[in-house]
């Protein structure tokens, strides 16, 4: 074998052994646990998560959807998803990261959400209908 083709062939090796090396450190590295693995969790699991589901103003105005998977969808009249993100619940507070930057938080207290100077009602739930008859015995109108 000339000396030319002794180089190639180290040179080809030398790759191989270079990109078996990169692999496995990438694969060693995925298997690392992330930031909160192998912590107790600090807020509720989402697949069990009591607050999931819909909560809405007393004048339906303003229709904000916890969902299952940690996100949220806020309509605000007729504007479906005004506001989308993710929230985290921890006891009674939630704190929300929305998908254009801006953070909130809010305090649930049973079925009443105080968020954003803004009280929300569990859909359907007796606190909310006993802020639609408050409401509508006031003569306050949408």
């Known amino acids: 074998m000339s000396s030319v083709e002794q180089?190639?062939?180290?040179g080809a090796v030398?790759?191989?052994v270079a990109t078996a090396a990169l692999t496995a450190c990438a694969t060693e590295t995925s298997s690392m646990p992330g930031p909160t693995e192998?912590?107790?969790?600090?807020?509720e699991t989402t697949a069990t998560h009591r607050y999931v589901g819909?909560?809405?103003?007393?004048?339906?105005h303003i229709r904000q959807e916890l969902l299952a998977n940690g996100r949220y969808d806020?309509?605000?009249?007729?504007r479906d998803s005004a506001y989308t993100?993710?929230?985290?619940?921890t006891g009674d507070h939630i704190d929300y990261w929305d998908d254009t930057g801006f953070t909130a938080d809010g305090r649930f207290e049973g079925d009443v959400l105080h968020h954003g100077g803004y009280v929300f009602?569990?859909?359907?739930?007796?606190?909310h209908r006993r802020?639609?008859?408050?409401r509508g015995s006031t003569g306050s109108s949408s």
Do not use: L
Not at 38 to 43: D, L, Y
Not at 54 to 60: E, K, L, P, S
């Open 54 to 60: 819909m909560w809405v103003t007393a004048d339906n």
């Open 74 to 78: 806020e309509a605000s009249g007729q």
């Open 121 to 127: 009602y569990r859909e359907g739930s007796a606190a």
């Open 85 to 89: 993100g993710r929230y985290e619940v």
């Open 14 to 16: 030398a790759s191989i």
């Open 7 to 10: 180089r190639k062939v180290s």
């Open 38 to 43: 192998g912590r107790p969790p600090t807020t």
């Open 131 to 134: 802020a639609v008859v408050t």
